[in-house]
């Protein structure tokens, strides 16, 4: 995806920790907030108690103590560059213009995160250059510190920098270590030779069986079918974790399950005419049919336009109501989500 090429010296280590930009956004976020470090600063800048030279001197030590965290991680796994030659470190930042590939196909994506405005679409979003912020600071953010390198797409997301370098370096015989808190990077670790770190310890097969049951390479398809609220991915209605995980471990990938499990139904305003219609002609009351049908039976009557599940429809259909219902295929949204999620992102120019 990227046309920038890979750091040359990765040829000569055998060891490649692949460290996530987001992780720096994530420590100013903390930096920032009330009892921060940075926020402190900012505000003994604001009362002329320190000058601005001062205030970003805090701000780079703030960043060095997060770098000597990630030093100190890495240390006891025995593979921090500043004591061992055979391994090296490169950061995977955001492009400015990560989001808007995605954006094209689906332009809410990460529509629900902080700062975007009411008319927001992923499609035409300019992020922040953390860069820019490290560089104020005092650093470099391309050599944080000795054997650390970075990589920078202003068209990619960094984590699919991360999933591009991996494969690159799994093709050279390399071992991968990516560090990311971001849990798409599971999907990594069908690869043998790759391990993944939370950034507080490494995440196992064990720990993804545990809290998920789905296997590294369906998990874009655990997530497309359940929703990812960190991407503002909805997920299929009525199919959360445990039943996606059920669809998935029975039928494989989206691409393998029957069209009509992912089928829904949608209505118009006239569907609560006929419900009042159905109760008034056999007599009924409204607490019979919540009862005989389900509780959507009253939030229909109470004006609520609502996707129905298949249950729904087969409820409906005995008394003849399915007729006002009309077909979604949901099929065809979870494969675009799992397009979306899938690492690295696979886009064609004219999608």
């Not at 510190?145 to 990589?151: D, F, L």
């Amino acid at each position: 995806m990227t046309d920038k090429p890979f750091p040359s010296e990765i040829e000569n280590h055998k060891t490649i920790i692949l460290i996530d930009g987001g992780y720096f956004v994530f420590r100013m976020t903390k930096h920032w907030s009330p009892r921060g470090r940075m926020a402190k600063a900012h505000k003994r800048f604001k009362n002329n108690q320190i000058n601005y030279f001062q205030r970003q001197h805090i701000f780079k030590k703030a960043i060095k103590a997060d770098i000597s965290y990630l030093g100190f991680r890495l240390g006891a796994l025995k593979k921090n560059p500043k004591y061992e030659s055979d391994c090296m470190i490169i950061v995977c930042y955001d492009g400015i213009k990560g989001r808007q590939r995605r954006g094209q196909l689906h332009p809410p994506y990460k529509g629900n995160r902080y700062g975007a405005e009411e008319d927001y679409t992923a499609a035409e979003h300019e992020g922040v250059d953390i860069r820019e912020k490290l560089t104020a600071m005092g650093l470099e953010p391309n050599n944080l510190e000795k054997g650390w390198y970075s990589m920078y797409d202003e068209w990619c997301e960094g984590d699919d920098l991360l999933a591009e370098l991996t494969e690159h370096c799994l093709e050279q015989n390399k071992e991968v270590i990516v560090m990311s808190s971001d849990s798409d990077m599971i999907q990594l670790l069908q690869n043998e030779g790759v391990k993944l770190h939370n950034f507080t310890s490494l995440v196992t097969l064990a720990d993804i069986e545990r809290d998920s049951g789905i296997k590294p390479n369906l998990y874009a398809d655990w997530k497309a079918l359940s929703g990812d609220s960190a991407d503002n991915i909805s997920g299929i209605p009525y199919i959360g974790k445990t039943k996606a995980k059920k669809l998935i471990l029975q039928y494989g990938a989206i691409e393998s399950m029957p069209d009509e499990l992912l089928l829904l139904y949608g209505h118009d305003e006239e569907l609560k005419t006929e419900f009042l219609n159905y109760r008034q002609e056999n007599d009924l009351t409204l607490e019979y049919c919540k009862k005989k049908f389900g509780v959507f039976w009253e939030r229909i009557e109470m004006d609520e336009i609502m996707i129905l599940s298949p249950s729904h429809n087969k409820k409906l259909e005995k008394v003849g109501l399915d007729k006002l219902l009309t077909p979604l295929d949901y099929k065809t949204k979870a494969l675009l989500w799992k397009q979306l999620i899938k690492l690295p992102f696979k886009y064609q120019k004219g999608e």
